[in-house]
């Protein structure tokens, strides 16, 4: 009753609610595209790409960089450690399901081998690495 004598009626409808989603618990997968496996390109600067895939989204794709001839790994600073790092790689659809990658690296004469994982906003890792042997001269 709103005091007057008059009464007010409220109509209720209840919606049905979906559960929130689950966990993200699919890690996601990178590739490499080039350089080509076993291929020898010049030294300086050589550019890597690939492919990164994931179920919901793909947020990162980290590179390393190993010296196979030394077992070392390219460090941030540009010195060679036997300490695994990483760089980050450019993402052509950040968050996407599926996004275009590239980065590129400085590098001597030598043999090499870049080590992708992809990783997604849920912290899920990519399980295996792609593994991409190559050489510059």
């Known amino acids: 009753e709103n005091g007057g004598g008059a009464f ?8 049905p609610s979906l559960p929130p989603p689950g966990p993200d618990t699919v890690a996601p ?13 010049p030294s300086g600067t050589v550019t890597a790409t ?14 390393g960089v190993k010296n196979r001839s030394t077992n070392q790994w390219l ?5 060679w450690g036997a ?8 993402m052509g659809s950040p968050n996407g399901t599926s996004t275009s ?10 043999s090499f ?18 593994w991409q ?3 510059t001269s």
Not at 29 to 37: E, F, I, L, M, S
Not at 50 to 63: I, K, P, S
Not at 113 to 130: E, P, T
């Open 133 to 135: 042997p190559f050489s």
């Open 29 to 41: 997968d990178a590739a490499v595209t080039t350089p080509a496996k076993n291929s020898t390109v």
């Open 113 to 130: 081998a870049f080590d992708v994982r992809a990783r997604d906003a849920a912290g899920n890792l990519d399980a295996s690495a792609a």
């Open 83 to 90: 300490t695994y790092a990483y760089r980050m790689a450019s």
């Open 8 to 15: 007010i009626g409220v109509g209720l409808e209840v919606l």
């Open 50 to 63: 690939g492919t990164a895939t994931d179920n919901v989204g793909v947020n990162q794709v980290r590179v």
């Open 101 to 110: 990658w590239s980065i590129g690296v400085n590098l001597p004469a030598g």
């Open 75 to 79: 460090q941030a600073d540009g010195s």
